[in-house]
């Protein structure tokens, strides 16, 4: 028998499939993560984006999330994306701080109503939907303006222990220097 023969090729062995929280969350997480975004960034960065995200006024989320992230320096595309991911969360919030606040300022609970908000702003003028909506958007804004801070700290505290242990599975990036 010849003990110098090639040994026959056999194909390489594929990769376990990978499910999709790991495709859709886990590896976009670690993508950031690798290219020098801390977790206490990433953090505050998602902190910012819940409470931007649900401010109680249609079509200003995107613009205070864009506005956030470039003042305080943070992960753009992250809170974009947790901002659109949040947005059934916030049509049925700002339902919840309108009476929220109207409880705050002790008013009478108005006939409000998302269905009507919206018909209103297609229907009216600006001027007339402002009349209309004046008193609860106020409340609205009351209501989430001081839950703001709870909603900083809900999202905070848990998102930067939870990117703390990811991190700590991550291999240390290698130097480029070197």
């Known amino acids: 028998m010849n003990n110098n023969a090639p040994a026959p090729l056999s194909p390489p062995a594929s990769p376990p499939r990978r499910g999709f929280w790991q495709r859709r969350v886990r590896d976009p997480l670690i993508a950031l993560m690798t290219h020098g975004t801390s977790p206490e960034k990433l953090a505050t960065g998602i902190a910012w984006s819940v409470v931007c995200s649900l401010c109680p006024f249609f079509g200003v989320t995107t613009g205070l999330n864009a506005a956030v992230a470039l003042w305080r320096k943070l992960n753009q595309p992250l809170m974009q994306a947790l901002n659109y991911t949040l947005s059934p969360v916030h049509l049925i919030m700002i339902l919840v ?9 002790n008013a009478t609970q108005d006939h409000f109503s998302l269905v009507d908000m919206f018909r ?3 229907e009216l003028s600006f001027g007339d939907f402002l009349n209309k909506f004046a008193w609860a958007g106020l409340h609205a804004f ?3 303006a001081l839950t703001a ?6 999202a905070y505290f848990p998102a930067r222990a939870a990117l703390r242990r990811l991190a700590h599975l991550l291999p240390p990036e290698k130097d480029v220097a070197s």
Request: proline letters at 5%.
């Open 142 to 144: 009351t209501a989430w």
């Open 120 to 122: 209103s702003f297609k």
């Open 97 to 105: 701080y309108v009476r929220t606040g109207e409880w705050i300022w």
């Open 149 to 154: 801070p709870l909603l900083f700290a809900i």
